[in-house]
T-cell receptor, first 112, second 113 residues
Framework: AQTIHQWPVAEIKAVGSPLSLGCTIKGKSSPNLYWYWQATGGTLQQLFYSITVGQVESVVQLNLSASRPKDDQFILSTEKLLLSHSGFYLC???????????FGAGTRLSVL | GEQVEQLPSILRVQEGSSASINCSYEDSASNYFPWYKQEPGENPKLIIDIRSNMERKQIQELIVLLDKKAKRFSLHITDTQPGDSAMYFCAASVTGGNNKLTFGQGTVLSVIP
């Protein structure tokens, strides 16, 4: 069975500090991978997607970047956090041929 | 890009009654419409979905209706229970490309015992 694991579960960081969030998916070969962001009580906004290793497309500009160093790994990062980066970051996967999206447990980020 | 509007934003119903959430979309090419349930502090979980080749789908107490002409779809929860209390999101996407799901703004459902 496929599993998706996100780390860390939660982070409290200072404005201007760097950030790295990780996501791994096991049990699926060459999945599409996504990063979504959710403000508290808000909707889900797609940030990045990747259909293959080394290829990442940005959907919105939020001073964040993403990379896919391995088929089963997706990384979200920034060198300088802003207050507006606070929220819930969700990694998700889908099969290339289908739209059905499955979310990881998420990382809750507080920027102070 | 696609825009999805979801109403109402807050819904309170008595236990045992029905709850309905409505969504509309703009892109006539959208052909996949999932619904997610998100409990406080947790990730969204897929509860039911419908594709454009169907008008109605039911899984136990969940019914989804799709009107492609009007570009509207809706979720109906029959015989609501306190465990149905959560945030619900509708979404729409076009198969292919990045399979981008555009989400509605969400509905907070409270089922009153």
């Amino acid at each position: 069975a496929q599993t998706i694991h996100q780390w860390p579960v939660a982070e409290i960081k200072a404005v201007g500090s760097p950030l790295s969030l990780g996501c791994t998916i096991k049990g699926k070969s060459s999945p599409n991978l996504y990063w979504y962001w959710q403000a508290t009580g808000g909707t889900l906004q797609q940030l990045f997607y990747s259909i293959t290793v080394g290829q990442v497309e940005s959907v919105v500009q939020l001073n964040l970047s993403a990379s896919r160093p391995k088929d089963d790994q997706f990384i979200l990062s920034t060198e300088k956090l802003l207050l507006s980066h606070s929220g819930f970051y969700l990694c998700a996967w889908s099969l290339a041929s289908q739209n059905t999206l499955y979310f990881g447990a998420g990382t809750r980020l507080s920027v102070l | 890009g696609e825009q999805v509007e979801q109403l109402p934003s807050i819904l309170r119903v008595q236990e045992g009654s029905s709850a309905s959430i409505n969504c509309s979309y703009e892109d006539s090419a959208s052909n996949y419409f999932p619904w997610y349930k998100q409990e406080p502090g947790e990730n969204p979980k897929l509860i039911i979905d419908i594709r454009s080749n169907m008008e109605r789908k039911q899984i136990q107490e969940l019914i989804v209706l799709l009107d492609k002409k009007a570009k509207r779809f809706s979720l109906h929860i029959t015989d609501t229970q306190p465990g149905d209390s959560a945030m619900y999101f509708c979404a729409a996407s076009v198969t292919g490309g990045n399979n981008k799901l555009t989400f509605g703004q969400g509905t907070v459902l409270s089922v009153i015992p």
